[in-house]
């Protein structure tokens, strides 16, 4: 599981877009993020979608995303 509160470029708030993570200062859920590239879009093609999302906070959550993938499991 992705440890997301612990991502400098994500915030929630449980009376913002039904709790949904979004980008810090955005209204943009992370998960449109995964979703777009997924359907095989670019970042570039995300960042011109999503213009209040900065190259850095979409750079900075997939690495956020990579980096959980090693941590150990928790029991």
Known sequence: MIDWPNCEFV????ARMSGAWLFRGTR???RSLFENLEDG????????????VT?????GVLEHAAASLSLPART
Do not use: K, N, S
């Not at 879009?41 to 209040?52: K, N, R, S, V």
């Not at 190259?55 to 750079?59: D, I, P, S």
């Open 11 to 14: 915030d929630r708030d449980p």
């Open 28 to 30: 943009v859920p992370v």
């Open 55 to 59: 190259r850095r906070q979409a750079e």
């Open 41 to 52: 879009a670019t970042i570039d093609q995300y960042l011109e979608w999503f213009p209040g």
